[in-house]
């Protein structure tokens, strides 16, 4: 079964700096999906990225981007220029195809600081 | 277009009660997934429904079950409730064609057992 690990529970960053968040997966699948959501206090989830396995090339939206580490196992989260409305919840998920599912990490918490 | 809807927001239930939930996806979209978020146990993926069927399940017991409609509505229901149910109970949506494509949340029905 897949697996996904976020190793850093909180981290904090200043406004307008970066910081990356971490994540790890266990697959033995060589074509997946993986995503970045983001939970603010509203509980509400968000799409932040999404990178597909098979795709050498790291995915980026605006201010976000990821490191991509196929070999690795390895999938992390930077964001550019924080800012204070980034401060939330972020999940990195694997997507299994079957049943369209998706397997959550635990989380780590961003704090932006003004 | 409307994003997914989730009703109703918030519940307050007895153990032993019965609940449903309802989540209504993104037009278009014929998949929709039900994830359980506790502070204990984090994400967690109930079930997944497509076109009316079930293609996918977590490991959860017997008295949570859900249903979808031919209009691509779904409902989850969980019996004989329990302390432990207490949960955001969050669905999601997608257009269910595979490809590790995009699930889109809604705000989620909160629930609480006493």
């Known amino acids: 079964a897949q697996t996904v690990t976020q190793s850093q529970p909180e981290m904090s960053v200043q406004e307008a700096e970066t910081v990356t968040l971490s994540c790890t997966y266990d697959?033995?699948?060589?074509?997946?999906?993986l995503f970045w959501y983001k939970q603010p206090p509203s509980r509400q989830m968000i799409l932040v990225i999404r990178q597909e396995a098979y795709k050498q090339q790291n995915a980026t939206e605006n201010r976000f981007s990821v490191n991509f580490q196929k070999a690795a196992k390895s999938f992390s989260l930077k964001i550019s220029d924080s800012q204070l409305g980034d401060a939330a919840m972020y999940f990195c998920?694997?997507?299994?195809?079957?049943?369209?599912?998706?397997?959550f990490g635990a989380g780590t918490i961003l704090r932006v600081k003004s | 277009k409307a994003g997914v809807t989730q009703t109703p927001r918030y519940l307050i239930k007895t153990r032993g009660q019965q609940v449903t939930l309802s989540c209504s996806p993104i037009?278009?979209?014929?998949?929709v997934s039900w994830y359980q978020q506790t502070p204990g146990q984090g994400l967690q993926f109930l079930f997944e429904?497509?076109?009316?069927?079930?293609?996918n399940k977590g490991n959860f017991p017997g008295r949570f079950s859900g249903r979808q409609f031919s209009n691509s509505r779904s409902e989850m229901n969980v019996s004989t409730l329990e302390l432990g149910d207490s949960a955001l109970y969050l669905c999601?949506?997608?257009?269910?064609?595979?490809?590790?494509?995009?699930?889109?949340f809604g705000p989620g029905t909160r629930l609480l057992v006493l």
């Open positions: 429904y497509f076109s009316e069927t079930q293609r």
């Open positions: 037009s278009g979209h014929r998949s």
């Open positions: 697959t033995s699948e060589s074509d997946y999906y």
């Open positions: 999601a949506s997608s257009v269910g064609q595979g490809g590790g494509e995009t699930q889109y």
């Open positions: 998920a694997y997507h299994v195809e079957y049943g369209n599912k998706l397997v």
